[in-house]
């Protein structure tokens, strides 16, 4: 055979298998899922809350992003203690964010415009103010055993809650309700009583939720605390930590073991995942679940085998500082990328609503960096409203803070309990209310700096985040970063660098320099890659244009940098 007619065969051979990967193709695995807070992205009505009208308004920038889908956190009827975390009608649209008729309008023009729309579920608790609670309380069949109810222990003539356990906000997870006599558990505040999944009513009350909204068009769910759903029956105290740094009511002073992560919420997962299963028939598309869980490796793992696509890892975001080290990254990236079970893609996290913004907790530099690894790494990325733009947090005074969690942490504590920071208007442009909205005041306030920083000044700037962002999102649907091999290398300590390699194509290598000092590195000796290769994006900051060849034996990288190369 001649070496022409070899390599026509060889090529044949390749494009059969990029034939059969597109089939098997699952719309989320190469693609940035892009989370909205929707009080603060677009206020439609200039009321200073954002709203559904607003998001629709502004539904053409994910298209311009080319994000594959947008996940919106709750805009369910709500008293709002929680800012909708706390649902007191699970089939309904808060006024604040519009209608049902809004939502019908955002699914049809999100499917108009290609984009997959998620929504955040809470199924862990309900607000207070919920219908079926009110009945709880009066013992009203079949409400009566909806909630976890206990009596309290009765110590000379004062009553006692039926345990140690703690709120997630801080103090006792128990409230006395006096009308029913008897305490109720609430793992978040007061106000978010625990549903009791030992119900067999309330399961099939949660899944004509599901469904009502699988009807309203939506392509999945990310399901809020699921690692919350279920306590130990017996409900036995928890051992007590040694953290005499806090307060003794705090929720981080005990070890959770009956109060989280118990074996039911897997199976009770898989059944939701069989529910979903029926709709992705009907609709020829799967429908995902994206499934949030603070917790160890082996127990965020299993949630695949229970039908999650998207067991959310939070390994950017948990190490809340910048001490991690090269060191923990490579090894946490290796233990997702050899862990996941077969047939899954790992994922990752860069940003949410309960955790300093990216940009603040890695500083400006380095942020890019970690949208850059989330883009190079196999599976899906998740960013944050803002991210893209590079948005930071907002210091908020004690009487700025809205947030319960940060409340109830007193002005002392506040600072560091309060998501507040993170949550403020999105930044569209340099006009009043970074033209969030036309209000007089906003829900939380702006942050100063939307006058430089803002959408409008970085879509004329090829060198912003944005347009990083934009070129990242390309670079995610390359076939390389799907099914090429990855290798994760220490250039030293202080260098961390991701190489993607597939036969017949460029590598794709991604150097990202942890320190706060410049440094010179001889990436291709380290890492085995071509002496010359192509700038294909750089962070915003790091001086090395894009569509520049670079040495790569000596490359400059200044202090925070991170840059992608090919070729
Ligand atoms: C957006 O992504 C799709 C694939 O998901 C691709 O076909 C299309 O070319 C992209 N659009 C732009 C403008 O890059
Ligand atoms: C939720 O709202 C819908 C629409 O207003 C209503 O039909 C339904 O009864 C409400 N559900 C509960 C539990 O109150
Ligand atoms: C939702 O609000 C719009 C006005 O914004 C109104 O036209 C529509 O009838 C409302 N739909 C429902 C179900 O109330
Ligand atoms: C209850 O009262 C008795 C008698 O006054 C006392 O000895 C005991 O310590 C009290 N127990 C608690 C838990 O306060
Ligand atoms: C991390 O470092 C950056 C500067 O490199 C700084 O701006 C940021 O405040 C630091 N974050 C923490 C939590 O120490
Ligand atoms: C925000 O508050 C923290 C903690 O008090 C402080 O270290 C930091 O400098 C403040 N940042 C800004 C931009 O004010
Ligand atoms: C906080 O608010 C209270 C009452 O609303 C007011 O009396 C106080 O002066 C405010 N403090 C600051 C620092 O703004
Ligand atoms: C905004 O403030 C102006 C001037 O104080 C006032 O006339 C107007 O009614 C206010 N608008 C709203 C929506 O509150
Ligand atoms: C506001 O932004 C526009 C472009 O988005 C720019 O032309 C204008 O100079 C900016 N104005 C100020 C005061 O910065
Ligand atoms: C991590 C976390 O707590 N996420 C959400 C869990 O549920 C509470 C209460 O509903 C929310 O406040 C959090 O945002
Ligand atoms: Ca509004
Ligand atoms: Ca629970």
Redesign the pocket.
Known sequence: MSLRVLSLVLLAIVVQRAAAASKTKEWWKDAFIYQIYPRSFMDSDGDGIGDLKGIISKLEHFVDLNVSAIWISPIYVSPMA?FG??VSNFTDVDPTFGNITDFSALTAKAKALGLKVILDF?P??TSDKHPWFVNSVKRIKPYTDYYVWMDGSLVNGTIYPPNNWLS?FGGSAWTFNAERGQYYLHQ??TG?PDLNYRSAAVITEIDAALTFWLDHGVDGFRI??INYLFEDIEYLDEPRLFRPDLPVDDYETLDHIYSKDQVETYTLLKSWRKLLDTHSKKDKETKILLT?A?TDMPQTIKYYDAGSNIPMNFMFITPLDNRSTTRDFKRNIDAWINDVPKGHSPNWIVGN??QHRVATRYGRKRADGFLMLAAVLPGTGVIYYGDEIGMEDRNMTFNETVDP?GCNAGPQRYRLKS?DPERTPYQWDNTTNAGFSTGNTTWLPVHPNYKELNLAAQKIDPSSHYSLFKKLVALKKMPIIDSGEVEVILVGYEVMGVVRKSPDVAPVVLLMNFESYPLVIDARTWMNIPEEMTVLVSSVGSGIPSGVTMDTTEILLSAGASVILTG
């Open positions: 929680d975390y706390d809470v862990n608790h997630v978040f505040t978010q809020d605390a949030e603070y609503h309960d969690a998501r």
